[in-house]
């Protein structure tokens, strides 16, 4: 049964950081893309960082580019989103994901659709106030 397990979110002032984490168990770590998402209340969820797993490329969506960093340890099998210069429109909760890599790539840079995306952790939620 694969697991995406999300911790580190919380509460933090304009300018902070805060680094998420994704535990991921009950497959063969490497099989999927990794990637972050979020939904603020009222929108959709949209992408935001993605990475080939098995020390691969990252990628971003243009919101989120050079304040964001997406990692992972691949012995840990887990996915780190390292979060720098918080915005409070960068509030929402944030959930783990993996999937194929073409669509989590298409979901994080062009704001495509999520429907292909596999598997979804419980997310974990970030808010940021000015």
């Known amino acids: 049964q694969v697991q995406l397990v999300e911790s580190g979110g919380g509460s933090v002032q304009t300018g902070g950081s805060l680094r998420l984490s994704c535990a991921a168990s009950g497959y063969a770590y490497g099989t999927y893309c990794m990637g972050w998402f979020r939904q603020a209340p009222g929108k959709e969820r949209v992408g935001v960082a993605g990475v080939y797993t098995g020390g691969g490329s990252s990628y971003y969506s243009g919101s989120v580019k050079e304040r964001f960093t997406i990692y992972e340890d691949y012995l840990k099998n887990t996915v780190y989103l390292q979060m720098n210069s918080l915005k409070p429109e960068d509030t929402a909760m944030y959930y783990c994901?993996?999937?194929?890599?073409?669509?989590?790539?298409?979901?994080?840079?062009?704001?495509?659709?999520?429907?292909?995306?596999?598997?979804w952790g419980q997310g974990t939620q970030v808010t940021v106030s000015s």
């Open positions: 994901a993996a999937g194929s890599c073409p669509s989590m790539i298409i979901a994080v840079t062009q704001g495509g659709p999520i429907g292909a995306i596999n598997y």
